[in-house]
Nanobody
Framework: QVQLVESGGGLVQAGGSLRLSCVAS????????IEWYRQAPGKQRELVAS???????KYVDSVKDRFSIAIDNAKTTSTLQMNTLKPEDTGVYYC???????????????WGQGTQVTVSP
């Protein structure tokens, strides 16, 4: 099995920055692609950023030019750098394999457990 653990969330004032990490462990060979979602209170989970296996990145319009997604060279950690944060960025942030490859060459789309980001006005 592959596990994803997010970290780096917290409370920050508007205009501040946070760097979220998503570490893959267990039966992981490499992260091929990754997605970052967020879920605000009372709202549906939304995709905010993704990086495909070819390296192509995509962002929802509301975070373009403020957020930056990356996968490290070892292909076991993803980061989401969030700058110029706004109160509407508040929510629980989740990463998801898209996909991850296991040592047995299986493709999995595992979810992490989420990390809370709160941006105060």
């Amino acid at each position: 099995q592959v596990q994803l653990v997010e970290s780096g969330g917290g409370l920050v004032q508007a205009g501040g920055s946070l760097r979220l990490s998503c570490v893959a462990s267990g039966d992981i060979f490499r992260i091929q692609g990754i997605e970052w979602y967020r879920q605000a209170p009372g709202k549906q989970r939304e995709l905010v950023a993704s990086q495909s296996s070819s390296g192509m990145t995509k962002y929802v319009d509301s975070v373009k030019d403020r957020f930056s997604i990356a996968i490290d060279n070892a292909k076991t950690t993803s980061t989401l750098q969030m700058n110029t944060l706004k109160p509407e960025d508040t929510g629980v942030y989740y990463c998801r394999c898209d996909p991850c490859t296991t040592r047995e060459w299986a493709s999995v789309r595992t979810w992490g457990q989420g990390t809370q980001v709160t941006v105060s006005p």
